[in-house]
């Protein structure tokens, strides 16, 4: 444990406004402190805190939380701040079952106004509340100011901007705090970082700039406009702030996010000051302070636990490879033979496994950054010109471009093919990240071929039968971690569209499965073949199209059909429900039940432990199967 005494002493950030700037400047190592020490217990996203605790200090050492309101975009930067906000007792049960939050989230604290895990809302919020302010809302106790703060990558997505209009028109005050570090997750890509990029190196002309715009304000009335004019010449002939400016913004920067001083200094006086949209530029390093985080090629943004001393983390070892790993290595496979493969991920060349992908085939994969619903049109565009896109995003992501995908790509049945990661629960992140509805949101559009992966062969295979599948949409589901341990094949064979595969014949009742939970049924199985049931379990590899043949021979040949799926309800086992219901199955008596997420969201856990709260692991399928059948537990008829 560090030694943290004027931390201590910090139970509120009412607590900040009693000591003095050169305990605030103690204080903050402290907290920088603390903040690795509890992270290197829970595991979670170190790099970005580490960057923001000398700003977070400041915020609250300046500002009147939770009157004034102070939002998070992103808030993979929180920690320091739930730290200060009466939340230290509770920092080692980060990300943890009944733990804290790993975001901000409004159930868990006043110091919270207002929750996020994707990027690009804070200001949406900000503007929000202002205008909330303005028109009288929460009069108790009454709203303040309000002040975003957005990284450089979350800046470059469409809706910062949508907000930064609308904010420079409306003219309210408010806040926006730019944390520029150069570094989003990965490193920055686009127009935008290289504007940031110019806006510091001409920080000696920006320094010209504000020296003038302040003494503006020291000049006699008559003549200040004269003076106006030559700032107003100014600013057009240098690159400054011109972009924030033209939005309707007041921009200040760049400063040094770092320097406590000057951070305390320039917020006190906006604060007192400010009366107009003010956009505070400051350059943070990601990491900072921390040697392990700052030489990490992504400083340190995510971390299992670790030692302190060496930063060396203790991740579990496997001997199967992760699915994103396997997806990547298939779809490099692919691309060696068929030069019209591209890949496409918006800022996460990481975790979507295109950074392999773009060490073999540089000028084939995109980096969109945080922009999803461009990144979907993108490859409508590349589609309809006679490419193969892979647009290769996290399950809950994707939902950000669904208006694109239902309008730019499924009416147009352009040929787009969705590797869609982070399928089903994902553990620590928590309900933001699960990826509990695609199967709903994608098999209800017409014409979209729907796969999910039973096991890393089958992805293999999937990637073969997207490669091959010219025929409008399709997209295909693998969950996050490691795969079950099967051998995989040399090369994909794509798939007959629509055709499930038999696993083992049984009776009395089938199971059919999509995607990850076939491994959790066999377990189930072996159970109850102990207790003299055998199920037939099929393997549907598609909600969209079915494989009718298939369900309708498993309803007449069992006396119970059991869907399992990981997903919300309105997917695979609704569509299975349909189809029986058309056919007139169920008038023959079939019982049929659906497996599915339940409807609510589920916190933040490890994967097994949400899907114990889901009730989807082995003993809750082998407990299904004996309900249906009318078997109590001791193995009789009930």
């Keep these: 444990m560090p030694n943290t005494p004027l931390l201590d002493k910090v139970h509120a950030p009412a607590d900040l406004k ?11 190592d402290e907290l920088r402190a603390e903040t690795i020490a509890a992270v290197s217990e829970t595991g979670g996203h170190l790099g970005a805190g580490l960057g923001v605790v000398e700003l977070t200090v400041a915020l609250h050492a300046v500002f009147d939380t939770p009157r004034d309101r102070l939002i998070w975009d992103v808030s993979h930067q929180c920690y320091p701040h739930k730290i200060l906000t009466g939340r230290r007792d509770r920092i080692r049960t980060l990300r943890q079952k009944d733990g804290l939050s790993g975001f901000t989230k409004r159930s868990e604290s006043p110091y919270d106004p207002f929750g996020a895990a994707h990027s690009s809302t804070s200001i949406s919020a900000a503007l929000g509340f202002t205008m909330a302010r303005e028109l009288g809302g929460a009069p108790d106790p009454a709203l303040g100011d309000a002040i975003a703060v957005i990284g450089d990558g979350a800046i470059s997505a469409g809706m910062a901007y949508e907000a930064l209009n609308n904010a420079g028109h409306l003219g309210r005050r408010m806040f926006v705090i730019l944390n520029d570090n150069e570094m989003s997750i990965a490193p920055p890509t686009g127009a935008m970082s290289s504007y940031l990029s110019r806006l510091y190196a001409d920080k000696p002309m920006q320094e010209l ?75 943070t390093k990601k990491g900072k302070g921390y040697g392990p985080a700052e030489d990490a090629s992504d400083r340190g943004h995510a971390r299992a636990k670790f030692d302190v001393v060496t ?88 939902q950000r471009g669904y208006d694109q995908v239902v309008h730019d790509v499924a009416i147009q049945r352009l040929p787009v093919r969705f590797a869609i990661d982070r399928a089903g629960l994902v553990g620590a992140d928590g309900a933001t990240h699960a990826g509990s509805y695609d199967i709903a949101y994608l098999a209800n559009l017409p014409g979209f071929v729907v796969m999910a992966a039973a096991d890393e062969a089958e992805l293999v295979h999937m990637v073969a039968t997207a490669v091959a599948h010219d025929d409008g949409p399709i997209a295909f589901r693998f969950p996050r971690g490691e795969g079950e341990g099967v051998d995989l094949p040399e090369r994909g064979v794509p798939l007959e569209i629509g055709k499930g595969r038999m696993i083992r014949e049984g009776k009395q009742v089938a199971i059919l499965s999509f995607g990850a939970r076939l491994g959790e049924v066999l377990r189930a199985c072996e159970s109850l073949r102990a207790k003299g049931i055998t199920p037939t379990v099929a393997d549907a590899r598609f909600a969209k199209p079915l494989d009718r043949d298939m369900i309708l021979r498993l309803a007449q040949d069992h006396e119970a059909l059991i869907t399992i799926e990981e997903g919300a309800v309105g997917g695979f086992g609704s569509h299975v429900a349909q189809l029986l219901g058309d056919e007139g199955v169920f008038d023959h008596g079939l019982k049929f039940r659906s497996m599915v997420l339940p409807d609510t969201f589920i916190d933040q856990a490890s994967p097994s432990q949400m899907y114990d709260i889901a009730a989807m692991n082995a003993p809750h399928i082998e407990a299904k199967v004996l309900d249906v059948l009318g078997v109590a537990q001791m193995g009789k008829r009930a």
Excluded at 18 to 28: P, Y
Excluded at 337 to 364: E, Q, S
Aim: aromatic residues 6%; contains cysteine.
């Design 18 to 28: 009693a000591l003095s700037d050169r305990e605030l400047h103690q204080l903050a």
């Design 209 to 283: 700039k504000h020296a003038m715009k302040g003494a503006l304000n020291l000049m006699p009335g008559p003549i200040q406009e004269g003076a106006r004019r030559a700032k107003d010449l100014l600013k057009h002939v240098t690159v400054g702030g011109t972009l924030f400016e033209e939005l309707g913004f007041n921009y200040l920067g760049p400063i040094d996010g770092h320097d406590l001083d000057q951070l305390l200094w320039v917020l006190r006086t906006l604060r007192e000051r400010a009366d107009e949209p003010m956009l505070i530029h400051v350059l």
């Design 311 to 398: 930063g060396k983390q203790q991740k579990a070892a496997s001997n199967a490879p992760s699915y994103t790993k396997v997806f990547a290595n298939a779809l490099i496979e692919e691309a060696n033979r068929d030069d019209k493969i591209v890949a496409i991920t918006a800022a996460m060349p990481d975790g979507t496994g295109l950074d392999l992908f773009a060490k073999v085939h540089p000028r084939r994969m995109f980096d969109v950054a945080i922009a999803e619903q461009h990144g979907v049109t993108f490859c409508a565009g590349l589609a309809a010109g006679g490419m193969k896109p892979f647009c290769a995003l996290y399950s809950t992501f994707l």
